[in-house]
């Protein structure tokens, strides 16, 4: 079936460097996409979305990319700081569909 | 409450029980949504409520498994005769716009079958 994926299970980085967390996914129909963070007991947390008529957004320190050639999203977070540790997960969406997740991508922040 | 919730927060189950999950979404909000979540993996879609719509059950894993949501609002996931591969966090979202928008997630119920 169709999935939505991520390049690396785990990211670790030095506080103060800037984060990029890859999704790849495969189905050209989606139209949407976010991503979430999940911290340790708690549920998923939406960040930012895309919808596929743009290319790239910003929210505050983080940016989402979106590669509709190679189907690919990315998830960039500036500046990362130790409450940014947590697991990321994109998920896509086609029209009258519930979200479709990836496996996440869990992001360690070192002081 | 401003946010969704879920109870009970944690459930023991001896197999072959049944067990009822519950969610209360954002009041007002339209679509409500079931996901489960096995340790360490990403979120396996369940099943989908938009307004009066018939619900989208196409993730339901087996007959054991059914939701209902009453009244538009609360929604009950009940499980029958539990499996120890049922174990899992279940987590509840609500959207007030549909499947095309950002979800709000409850904390989610851990069951765990002994």
């Given at each position: 079936?169709?999935?939505?994926?991520?390049?690396?299970?785990?990211?670790?980085?030095?506080?103060?460097?800037?984060?990029?967390?890859?999704?790849?996914?495969?189905?050209?129909?989606?139209?949407?996409?976010?991503?979430?963070?999940?911290?340790?007991?708690?549920?998923?947390?939406?960040?930012?979305?895309?919808?596929?008529?743009?290319d790239k957004r910003q929210?505050?320190?983080?940016?989402?990319?979106?590669n509709k050639?190679?189907?690919?999203?990315?998830?960039?977070?500036?500046?990362?700081?130790?409450?940014?540790?947590?697991?990321?997960?994109?998920?896509?969406?086609?029209?009258?569909?519930?979200?479709?997740?990836?496996?996440?991508?869990?992001?360690?922040?070192?002081? | 409450?401003?946010?969704?919730?879920?109870?009970?927060?944690?459930?023991?189950?001896?197999?072959?029980?049944?067990?009822?999950?519950?969610?209360?979404?954002?009041?007002?909000?339209?679509?409500?949504?079931?996901?489960?979540?096995?340790?360490?993996?990403?979120?396996?879609?369940?099943?989908?409520?938009?307004?009066?719509?018939?619900?989208?059950?196409?993730?339901?894993?087996?007959?054991?498994?059914?939701?209902?949501?009453?009244?538009?609002?609360?929604?009950?996931?009940?499980?029958?005769?539990?499996?120890?591969?049922?174990?899992?966090?279940?987590?509840?979202?609500?959207?007030?716009?549909?499947?095309?928008?950002?979800?709000?997630?409850?904390?989610?119920?851990?069951?765990?079958?002994?």
């Amino acid at each position: 079936g169709e999935s939505v994926g991520l390049h690396l299970p785990t990211l670790s980085v030095q506080e103060g460097d800037n984060s990029i967390i890859n999704c790849a996914y495969s189905n050209s129909a989606s139209d949407y996409f976010i991503w979430y963070k999940q911290e340790s007991g708690k549920g998923p947390q939406f960040i930012i979305d895309i919808r596929s008529n743009m290319d790239k957004r910003q929210g505050q320190r983080v940016t989402v990319l979106l590669n509709k050639t190679v189907k690919h999203l990315s998830l960039q977070i500036a500046a990362t700081q130790p409450g940014d540790s947590a697991v990321y997960f994109c998920a896509e969406n086609k029209a009258g569909t519930a979200l479709i997740f990836g496996k996440g991508t869990t992001l360690s922040v070192s002081s | 409450g401003a946010g969704v919730s879920q109870s009970p927060s944690n459930k023991v189950t001896e197999k072959g029980k049944d067990v009822e999950l519950r969610c209360d979404p954002i009041s007002g909000h339209t679509a409500l949504y079931w996901y489960r979540q096995s340790l360490g993996q990403g979120l396996e879609f369940l099943i989908y409520f938009q307004g009066n719509s018939a619900p989208d059950k196409s993730g339901l894993p087996s007959d054991r498994f059914s939701a209902e949501r009453t009244g538009g609002s609360v929604s009950t996931l009940t499980i029958q005769r539990t499996q120890q591969e049922d174990s899992a966090v279940y987590l509840c979202a609500s959207s007030s716009q549909g499947a095309d928008y950002g979800y709000t997630f409850g904390s989610g119920t851990r069951l765990t079958v002994v």
